[in-house]
């Protein structure tokens, strides 16, 4: 009898352990959603969206938010499981008699996780379910950074190439504004204001060159490349974005509240450890044998009052603090749609008076070349013809950063090939549509 109850307890221990590593074992998936893929060509021209890609496949941000999405399925999974078991072996130092010392082996298992399992399952779910969240937020937010800056750096960089052609003119024009001076055949007055056009290319070709090369250098960044390759250009329209969704900060907030309420849960239970029970075997120095049964009950007579009463004041102030997240996303939402409508009209503005100053430029060079126009004339159009180019770029810049916001608070249609894009992120050689 003995020895079957030994065999007994070994078995039940052994297959115990066993359950627990084959339950908190990971699953193997063929195409796990939080695993960040590194294998992507890089591409010979970037567009917008193969940068997008290309961002999400390298950002550490994604790959930090999808390594807290595995600890929070591995903690779901933990959680449905019982608590290890705990050998206990006892003995003494006998001071009178050796034979009334016994020694005893005891096999204790917390059974509290049966009171509090539900609680636990359910706000692990909603710990998954915000993890989840932040990560397609993390996602969206480092894909409209990276169209953001493939579209503001190329405008950056023609506004760059309108400034330097502007300069140039204005070069030409002053040296023609010299011999006209000189005739008196030019006022003073507008050779001023020709001086001041001039230095305002001059200023503007140095901040756009700035410009362009402070936007590469964060696109390099972002896009862990140490040389930018071609970039594309897009057509200057939004993403087929749809619903709002949670940002990062909002998705935090919710999987602190579940955090609260599951430790409130617990403590409400007893906690993990509040009762214990276990059986062992005992043997004296006589040999004398037997089945032990014992049971550990903490008893919440000082603390738990105290501590239940904590945790409920953390779940209201996590509840306060959600609110409060969500009132000031919803407001950032609408902020944010009211700067890029504003942003898209002065950029449509911007785009017809370029295109209005064009053809100014182009019918003041055919009446030069047809004898009906001073050189001196088309220089003076040119010139602000080029300035509206040069406001068109600035403002193509302004659109960009304000779709970026906007773009970083709307759910893309697309999510769940956003979501796969994680994962196994497309070929970034082929063409994108932006």
Request: charged share 25%.
């Amino acid at each position: 009898m003995r020895n079957i109850l030994v065999c007994a307890a070994i078995a039940t221990l052994v297959a115990t352990f066993a359950f627990n590593a084959s339950c908190s074992a990971p699953a193997t998936r063929a195409s796990d959603p939080t695993r960040i893929g590194t294998a992507a060509a890089l591409p010979s021209v970037l567009s917008p969206e193969s940068a997008a890609a290309l961002a999400i496949e390298r950002s550490p941000r994604v790959a930090a938010a999808a390594a807290r999405l595995r600890a929070d399925e591995a903690r779901a999974r933990a959680v449905a499981l019982p608590p290890d078991p705990m050998i206990v072996v006892a003995t003494g130092i006998p001071l009178d008699d050796m034979s009334s010392t016994p020694v005893r082996i005891s096999v204790m298992a917390g059974i509290s996780w049966l009171f509090t399992r539900d609680a636990s399952m359910e706000a692990a779910r909603a710990r998954c379910t915000s993890s989840a969240a932040e990560l397609v937020a993390h996602a969206a937010e480092v894909a409209a950074e990276a169209r953001m800056l493939v579209r503001a750096t190329i405008a950056a960089r023609d506004g760059a190439a309108q400034a330097d052609l502007a300069a140039k003119a204005a070069e030409r024009l002053l040296a023609s504004d010299e011999a006209l001076l000189a005739e008196g055949e030019l006022p003073p007055l507008e050779r001023d204001r020709h001086l001041a056009m001039s230095a305002k290319a001059e200023s503007e070709r140095a901040m756009l060159e700035a410009e362009a090369r402070r936007l590469s250098a964060a696109l390099a960044s972002l896009l862990a490349l140490g040389e930018l390759p071609e970039l594309e250009r897009g057509e200057s329209t939004a993403p087929d974005i749809g619903s709002p969704r949670d940002p990062a900060d909002v998705s935090s907030a919710r999987k602190a509240l579940a955090s609260a309420q599951s430790m409130l849960a617990e403590a409400r239970a007893g906690g993990d450890e509040g009762i214990e029970i276990g059986a062992g075997f005992e043997r004296d120095m006589e040999r004398d044998e037997a089945i032990g049964l014992e049971a550990r009950i903490r008893l919440p007579l000082a603390r738990r009052a105290h501590e239940v009463a904590a945790l409920e004041a953390e779940v209201a102030a996590a509840t306060a603090e959600l609110a409060e997240t969500e009132r000031l996303a919803q407001r950032r939402l609408h902020e944010a749609t009211l700067r890029c409508e504003r942003a898209r009209i002065a950029r449509d503005a911007a785009v017809r008076a370029a295109d209005a100053g064009d053809s100014m430029r182009r019918t003041a060079q055919a009446s030069v070349d047809a004898g009906e126009l001073a050189r001196h004339e088309a220089d003076i159009i040119e010139l602000e013809a080029l300035a509206h180019a040069i406001d068109a770029a600035k403002a193509h810049i302004a659109w960009a950063e304000a779709q970026m916001e906007l773009e970083r608070l709307l759910l893309p249609n697309d999510a769940p090939a956003a979501a796969n894009a994680a994962t196994n992120p497309p070929s970034t050689s082929r063409e994108a549509t932006p």
